[in-house]
């Protein structure tokens, strides 16, 4: 299934074959809309000439932020998101091997493959990831992303349901894009009522 998050061919090509990207562009889905947050990747790629998490964890922290902050800027908040995404690329590097997707591949300790639960726990260790977005990704990798975990919907709560509309996860055309916008729209209006 190709992704269909930013609108532009060239960000979702990259999101379609580099976990890095994916991971990098949820990271940064906060306080922007889901096309920029998405296509940040993209732009580091055309920026650094690679998008490899060994390049931007060990990058002069000073210098990524302005790279960051180039128009269009990776973020509204360039110089957070920018420690944020060399932590979690220091910790893909030390803790994966390098490897983004290994964090939902990796065997457990005795061998076995992970769990949903256990993708979950791995996923609400990184930087800027909580319950909500650990368990949001955790539906974009098992329903967009071929994730066979035994249990990952269970372990992504509402947003693993297969008929849902309530995320990033559920998007796949212009239409569950404004079916997901319609009912973010709807969960806000029902919390300021509340």
């Not at 532009?8 to 889901?34: H, Y």
């Not at 990704?137 to 008929?163: S, V």
């Not at 849902?164 to 919390?191: M, N, P, Q, Y």
Request: aromatic share 6%.
């Amino acid at each position: 299934m190709n992704m269909y998050l930013t609108g532009d061919a060239a960000s979702d090509a990259l999101l379609d074959s580099s976990p890095l990207a994916l991971l990098l562009g949820m990271q940064l889905d906060q306080q922007v809309t889901m096309e920029t947050a998405f296509a940040g990747p993209e732009k580091l790629r055309q920026r650094l000439g690679t998008l490899d998490a060994a390049t931007i964890a060990h990058y002069d922290p000073e210098a990524f932020v302005e790279i960051c902050r180039q128009t269009p800027a990776v973020h509204r908040f360039p110089g957070s998101m920018a420690a944020r995404m060399q932590e979690l690329c220091g910790m893909i590097e030390r803790d994966w091997g390098g490897d983004a997707e290994a964090i939902w591949t990796a065997p457990t300790a005795d061998g076995n493959p992970p769990s949903g639960a256990e993708v979950l726990t791995r996923l609400k260790q990184l930087p800027g990831f909580g319950e909500q977005k650990a368990r949001i990704f955790l539906a974009l990798l098992g329903k967009q992303r071929g994730l066979k975990a035994a249990g990952w919907r269970e372990a992504a709560g509402p947003y693993g349901g297969e008929d849902t509309c309530h995320s990033v996860a559920d998007i796949t055309d212009a239409e569950t894009l404004a079916r997901v916008r319609e009912a973010k729209k709807a969960a806000k209006a029902a919390a300021k009522k509340a």
